[in-house]
């Protein structure tokens, strides 16, 4: 049974600061991985979505990369801002083409 | 073009009512799921439909039924409402095929409250 888990839950760092965000997941079978934002008690705005034969993607800011031979994607974000506070959550589509989820990460950017 | 909508925006029943939740897909999208997002958690997968049929669902009872129409908009039910029913629920669509490569995109959610 697939697992995602994203440590850690909670992050809060200054403006201007480069961060990295992980996400793991137990099962390396996964069609494609993707990191998602949410602010508060809103919706899912999708970030960007990595297929298995992909080792990356790049929008902007942020940089995902995928290793699935180890289970782990990380989320780079570069020179922080405020309007970047939110909760940032990564999803696996497994074998059975589920999305599994991760419980996120709060990032807060303090000004 | 329109993204993915949802209505109402919150809802508030007691326990034991049933409860119908509307989505609209995003144009040209074939393929609409349902989630359920408890407070601080991760979206939880319910099912999923494409093209009229359900092809997909999480572990969740059978009180929690769907549709989806010929416009591909879609209908989430649950009857019987217990506490534990509280949460954010989440319509996403994709282009489809049902396929699993596609990126998924969200409406901004039904807030549902039982009490």
């Known amino acids: 049974k697939q697992e995602v888990t994203q440590i850690p839950a909670a992050l809060s760092v200054p403006e201007g600061e480069n961060l990295v965000l992980n996400c793991s997941f137990t099962d390396s079978a996964i069609y494609n991985l993707q990191w998602f934002r949410q602010d508060p008690g809103k919706g899912l705005t999708s970030l960007l979505l990595i297929q298995s034969s992909q080792r990356e993607q790049t929008s902007g800011r942020l940089n995902a990369s995928l290793d699935k031979s180890s289970g782990r994607s990380t989320l780079y974000i570069a020179a922080s801002q405020p309007g970047d506070s939110a909760t940032y959550l990564c999803a696996a589509r497994d074998s059975n083409y589920q999305l599994i989820w991760g419980a996120g990460t709060k990032l807060i950017i303090k000004p | 073009e329109t993204g993915v909508t949802q209505s109402p925006t919150h809802l508030i029943k007691t326990r034991g009512q049933q409860v119908t939740l509307r989505c609209s897909s995003q144009?040209?999208?074939?393929?609409v799921s349902w989630y359920q997002q408890a407070l601080g958690q991760g979206p939880q997968f319910i099912f999923q439909y494409y093209r009229e049929e359900e092809n997909g669902r999480g572990n969740f009872p059978p009180r929690f039924s769907g549709l989806q129409f010929p416009n591909y908009s879609s209908e989430l039910n649950v009857n019987a409402l217990e506490l534990d029913d509280s949460a954010l629920y989440l319509c996403?669509?994709?282009?489809?095929?049902?396929?699993?490569?596609?990126?998924?995109?969200f409406g901004p959610g039904t807030r549902l409250t039982v009490l």
């Open positions: 996403a669509s994709n282009p489809g095929g049902g396929s699993s490569y596609n990126e998924q995109f």
């Open positions: 144009s040209g999208h074939n393929t």
